[in-house]
């Protein structure tokens, strides 16, 4: 029987191209968010990886809420998340 952390522990993601530059300015924003650094703060004052049970996590200098990539409260960065993510997925919608 398979287990769940063995999947889990066998899911990776390559990043290349335009997504390495937006994580690093996803990481470059978040010490402009206040409840980011208050998060951060947080987990390096109790030396842990993960506070709130697993809601907030750092990985790989990246700050997770609830498994995902948090992007901090910045209008501008959002709408670029947003249209990356658009423009890699449109090519794959079909057309009637």
Known sequence: MIKENWVHSLQKVVIEGLEVDMLEKI???RSRDEDIVRIV???KKAKVKELQGNEWQIEEELVLKE??????KDEKL???VIQLYH???APE???R
Do not use: W
Not at 67 to 72: E, L, V
């Open 78 to 80: 959002r709408a670029e």
């Open 27 to 29: 990481k470059k924003t």
């Open 41 to 43: 703060k947080e987990m």
């Open 67 to 72: 498994g995902k990539i948090y992007i901090s």
């Open 87 to 89: 423009n890699v997925l």
């Open 93 to 95: 919608h079909k057309r």
